[in-house]
């Protein structure tokens, strides 16, 4: 049986997006990325999250995931937070695993 995460993809779009527009006002987020390996998987698959944020200046905070999420996704591992910093530009992602 695949499941389609479009839904799930969006509404964490959303939250990204809503977040990130709320942290524009402190410091100057450029661009945020909310990524999934892929778009479909059978049950029992794990589906690997990326969040990533660049920015100039200041902090971003990404939202904390507890061990469940909606119908039945667990949260199997949460990656460290990685910061890279080029000359102006910072670029903090962060890793989930999640499984049905």
């Not at 996704?73 to 949460?78: D, G, H, P, S, Y």
């Not at 990685?82 to 049905?100: E, G, R, V």
């Given at each position: 049986?695949?499941?389609?995460f479009?839904?799930?993809?969006?509404?964490?779009?959303?939250?990204?997006?809503?977040y990130?527009?709320?942290l524009?006002?402190?410091a100057q987020v450029t661009?945020v990325?909310v990524?999934?390996?892929?778009?479909t998987?059978l049950?029992?698959?794990?589906?690997?999250?990326r969040m990533?944020?660049?920015?100039?200046?200041?902090?971003?905070?990404?939202p904390?995931l507890?061990?469940t999420?909606?119908?039945g996704?667990?949260?199997?591992?949460?990656g460290?937070e990685?910061?890279?910093?080029?000359?102006?530009?910072?670029?903090?992602?962060?890793?989930?695993?999640?499984?049905?």
């Open positions: 049986m695949r499941i389609r479009s839904f799930f993809c969006r509404l964490f779009i959303l939250l990204i997006c809503l990130g527009n709320i524009s006002m402190t661009k990325e990524s999934f390996n892929k778009d998987a049950i029992g698959d794990y589906l690997y999250l990533s944020g660049l920015y100039k200046g200041g902090e971003i905070f990404f904390t507890k061990d999420i909606g119908n996704f667990e949260v199997i591992e949460k460290n990685q910061i890279k910093d080029t000359l102006n530009q910072k670029k903090k992602s962060i890793d989930y695993t999640f499984i049905q």
